[in-house]
């Protein structure tokens, strides 16, 4: 079984457009990089969210059958207390998540979004697991908290009452979200204190993957998803795989995990290849390899171990 683990769900009014309009200057200077000409950042922004957004799951499932993945985890962002707040209301975002979990059984799994800061985050959470049937918690402290501020532990303390795990952002954001509150050593904090909790890093950490895997080397409860690292396997086949390979030799293939943080990467890389990146790796030099044993575990055993 093939699991996505890191998905996004995004529609009209769910983020703030501000967020939009940073997202397409980063993508004007990605096209530009090399002639020093970039696109106009507004002409982009439309594409952008005709290729993202996404209420139903109705698409996502569709590239999935084309992908061969056969479940995928799914959240939104709530990024509203910095950008302001958009449209629609956090809590309508998670009920929609939840409504797309059961309009297609078996093959969405739905985490409670939050910004711990919100005066009914827990009552919230509680809701969500209880009465709406999402599995797990995903944070993003980018919106301007640090991981191991108090206001974040009765979320972790209900998270770890329910036995589910949580998955938090680590790496760099566009701006206006500000990546200083991401760093994969602020979640060693958090996994001192609550042992038992069971933290996904989304993204290794990213530019930070080293500092991600010291995390994880001493802090059994902390595992990486491999969400967004599509630049860098497109960009350095050769450095991804040996990234990916150092992982799995540190830390064993438990607690690494498949991801997409789709839609947004689908620009960079069809969700079929980044699959195939993993089932069926090819690496440069042909120096790093990959049992089937360990392929299986990272693309799906190891997050439904965790579920």
């Known amino acids: 079984m093939i699991i996505d683990a890191h998905v996004h769900l995004v529609g009209e009014g769910w983020i703030h457009d501000d967020f939009f309009s940073n997202l397409s200057r980063l993508v004007a200077a990605s096209i530009g990089k090399q002639s020093g000409e970039a696109p106009d950042p507004a002409v982009l922004t439309t594409g952008i ?11 996502l499932v569709r590239q999935m059958d084309e992908a061969g993945v056969d479940q995928s985890c799914i959240f939104p962002v709530d990024y509203g207390l910095l950008t302001g ?85 680590t790496g760099s954001q566009p701006a206006p979200m500000q990546s200083r509150f991401c760093r994969p050593i602020y979640i060693g904090d958090v996994a001192s204190d609550y042992p038992d909790l069971q933290i996904i890093m989304a993204h290794c950490g990213m530019e930070w993957w080293e500092e991600a895997l010291m995390v994880c080397k001493i802090k059994p409860n902390c595992h990486v998803d491999f969400s967004s690292w599509q630049r860098e396997y497109v960009e350095d086949p ?70």
């Not at 969210?49 to 698409?59: A, H, I, P, S």
């Not at 944070?139 to 301007?144: A, E, K, N, R, V």
């Not at 540190?250 to 960079?268: A, C, E, K």
């Open 49 to 59: 969210k005709e290729l993202l957004f996404d209420t139903t799951g109705d698409k």
């Open 85 to 169: 707040e958009p449209g629609v209301s956090i809590e309508t975002q998670n009920k929609l998540i939840a409504d797309a979990v059961k309009r297609h059984p078996g093959r969405l799994v739905g985490f409670f979004t939050i910004d711990p800061r919100r005066p009914r985050s827990l009552e919230l959470f509680k809701e969500a697991i209880e009465e709406w049937g999402l599995r797990g918690l995903k944070l993003h402290s980018s919106s301007g908290w640090y991981p191991y501020d108090r206001i974040a532990y009765p979320l972790y303390e209900q998270c770890l009452e329910y036995g589910l795990p949580m998955l938090i952002h």
């Open 238 to 307: 050769l450095y991804f795989y040996n990234v990916l390979r150092k992982f799995i030799d540190t830390i064993g293939p438990w607690r690494v995990i498949f991801g997409s943080d789709n839609p947004y990467l689908n620009g960079i890389l069809p969700l079929k290849e980044w699959v195939s990146a993993f089932v069926d790796p090819q690496v440069p030099g042909g120096n790093i390899s990959f049992s089937r044993e360990e392929l299986e575990i990272v693309t799906g055993k190891s997050f439904a171990k965790l579920l």
